[in-house]
């Protein structure tokens, strides 16, 4: 059952370092169409690993601090999403 756990985390922990990294990818790609040369083949990874690097700094700081479970949870129950008028 710790495997299962494990695994839980590993997807939740992924899930929020994947939203920093899907916005640096479209920054690359952005900049990849903006530059000219040799630069423009580097931009879409280079800005990748910085936004998963990012990701993962946030991840942490959110898994340390209040949980990852429990960010989500507050992300997916949150009124405004449930429809619930005020």
């Known amino acids: 059952m710790n495997i299962i ?14 939203s920093p990294t899907l916005l640096g990818l479209i920054l690359g ?13 580097l931009a879409i990874p280079v800005c ?4 998963f690097a990012f990701g993962a ?7 340390k601090t209040i949980g990852l479970s429990a960010f989500l949870g507050r992300l997916i129950g949150h009124r405004d999403i449930d429809g619930i008028p005020k």
Do not use: D, M, Y
């Open 57 to 63: 700094l946030w991840a942490e700081r959110i898994r």
């Open 5 to 18: 756990a494990k695994f839980v985390h590993l997807l939740l922990w992924l899930s929020v370092a994947s």
């Open 48 to 51: 990748s690993v910085i936004g």
């Open 29 to 41: 790609v952005v900049a990849k169409f903006n530059l000219t040369g040799q630069l423009s083949e």
